[in-house]
């Protein structure tokens, strides 16, 4: 099964910022646009960013997103506590013919 | 658009595992719908998608079986998964879309054991 590679976790004070990386291969990210999620504990994964950078309705502008190559990133600035989740990147990968998730980041707030 | 999984609860190993997604708000038509899981711990798998003519598109690693069917006039769509093993032990999620997914249903656990 084809996954996107993300570091496993970030730890980070309120107020900080933070950056997730997202890494995968020309057969996703390098073709396709990039996708965000954020699971809050206990609950559904949340859209976040679609098409690499745009942000839907109600998401606050804290939360930026940038692909280049084969690469994408997530980048939160101001951490509050209501953002403690677990992060995921995912692309549609032309090789599968459907769309992959990325491995996932765990965002603590100290 | 809001969605609901139904909850099938416990799913004996070898038996067929079977799940509803219920559409509130807006119209099975002419969007594609999706099935994703979780195992407890653990990163998101798509299942597989469909549309609100029945044209589906599954996970090659679960094709052989999975089979997704949509009903319009009730305004949901349904997922089969047979031969069932621990390995899918799972929350699954229902969603709206086939690239990108929004919104999530909130998910239901289903343990399969004996």
């Known amino acids: 099964q084809t996954v996107l590679t993300q570091s496993p976790s970030a730890s980070v004070t309120p107020g900080q910022g933070v950056t997730i990386s997202c890494s995968g291969s020309s057969s996703n990210i390098g073709s396709n646009y990039v996708y965000w999620y954020q699971q809050l504990p206990g609950t559904a994964p949340r859209l976040l960013i679609h098409?690499?950078?745009q942000r839907p309705t109600g998401v606050p502008d804290r939360f930026s997103g940038s692909k280049s190559g084969t690469s994408a990133s997530l980048a939160i600035n101001g951490l509050r506590s209501e953002d403690e989740a677990d992060y995921y990147c995912?692309?549609?990968?032309?090789?599968?013919?459907?769309?992959?998730f990325g491995t996932g980041t765990k965002v603590t707030v100290l | 658009v809001q969605l609901q999984e139904s909850d099938p609860g416990l799913v004996k190993p070898s038996e067929t595992l079977s799940l509803t997604c219920s559409v509130s708000?807006?119209?099975?038509?002419?969007?594609?719908w999706s099935w994703l899981r979780q195992p407890p711990g653990r990163g998101l798998e798509w299942i597989g998608s469909i549309n609100h003519n029945g044209r589906t598109n599954y996970n090659p690693s679960l094709q052989s079986r999975v089979t997704m069917s949509v009903d319009p006039s009730y305004n949901e769509f349904s997922l089969r998964l047979t031969s069932v093993t621990a390995a899918d032990t799972a929350v699954y999620y229902c969603a709206k879309g086939r690239v990108w997914f929004d919104p999530w249903g909130q998910g239901t656990l289903v343990i399969v054991s004996s």
């Open positions: 708000g807006g119209y099975i038509s002419p969007n594609y």
């Open positions: 098409s690499n950078y």
């Open positions: 995912a692309a549609w990968d032309d090789s599968l013919s459907g769309p992959v």
